[in-house]
């Protein structure tokens, strides 16, 4: 079974401050795929970037960045230089293997942190 | 660029009344998924399909039904709506990505539907 962990409820940053949001995992499978998902008060839920178990270098999708570090099994998401439209609730979500097991297909998430950037 | 279209926005439900979410896509993406958030809680996976006839229960499927008749289409069917399925519903699309293993392909969300069972 695969697990998601964000330790982090709730979290106050400045403007223009970067930012860690954590996310812990575990899992059995051998290969397996981490994303983050932004949600907006709105309520819709925006990908952000993905990390590969077997990618060596970490990701980055504009000022989003992800820390892997896969002996700790972390996938934690820093964003930089944080704007007031940076606040939401953000998700981290696991997919597993797919090989001829198409359950490892669905996404398991996390609870999610809030995020409030403050000016 | 419709992507995951989810029809209702919003509804609100009577105890033991029927009803079913509709989820469309247009991006002939294999797999499609139905998920329901609580309030302050992530997502989690009621159904999901990997193609059109081929459906299989998530972690919370009690109460729930689904069908896949065509490649853009995955309805959520509610029987008997209870005061615990209050929630909102999420659907989603995926492509298949590499079939010998971990697919990079992130999921496409709807915007949700908003259900309240009274």
């Known amino acids: ?119 | 660029n419709a992507g995951v279209t989810q029809t209702p926005k919003f509804r609100i439900l009577k105890i033991g009344q029927s009803m079913t979410l509709q989820c469309a896509q247009d991006m002939n993406h294999n797999y499609m998924y139905w998920y329901r958030q609580d309030p302050g809680m992530g997502l989690k996976l009621i159904y999901y399909s990997v193609g059109a006839g081929i459906t299989d229960k998530g972690e919370v499927p009690n109460g729930y039904n689904v069908s896949r008749s065509t490649t853009e289409d995955f309805p959520l069917r509610l029987e008997l709506a209870a005061p615990s399925q209050t929630s909102v519903y999420f659907c989603a699309s995926s492509s298949t990505g590499s079939p010998l293993g971990y697919s990079n392909q992130p999921q496409h969300f709807g915007d949700g539907t908003r259900l309240s069972i009274l």
């Not at chain 1, 860690?20 to 839920?45: N, R």
């Not at chain 1, 940076?86 to 696991?94: E, G, I, L, R, T």
């Open chain 1, 1 to 119: 079974a695969q697990k998601i962990t964000q330790t982090q409820p709730g979290m106050f940053v400045q403007e223009k401050e970067a930012v860690t949001l954590d996310c812990t995992y575990d899992t059995s499978d051998q290969s397996y795929g981490l994303f983050w998902y932004k949600q907006p008060s709105s309520g819709e839920m925006i990908f952000l970037i993905y990390q590969g178990s077997y990618d060596e270098q970490n990701a980055t999708e504009g000022r989003y960045s992800l820390n892997f570090q896969k002996a700790r099994k972390s996938a934690n998401l820093v964003i930089s230089a944080s704007q007031l439209g940076d606040s939401a609730m953000y998700f981290c979500a696991m997919r597993g293997s797919v090989g001829s097991n198409f359950g490892n297909e669905k996404l398991t998430f996390g609870t999610g942190t809030r995020l409030t950037i403050i000016p």
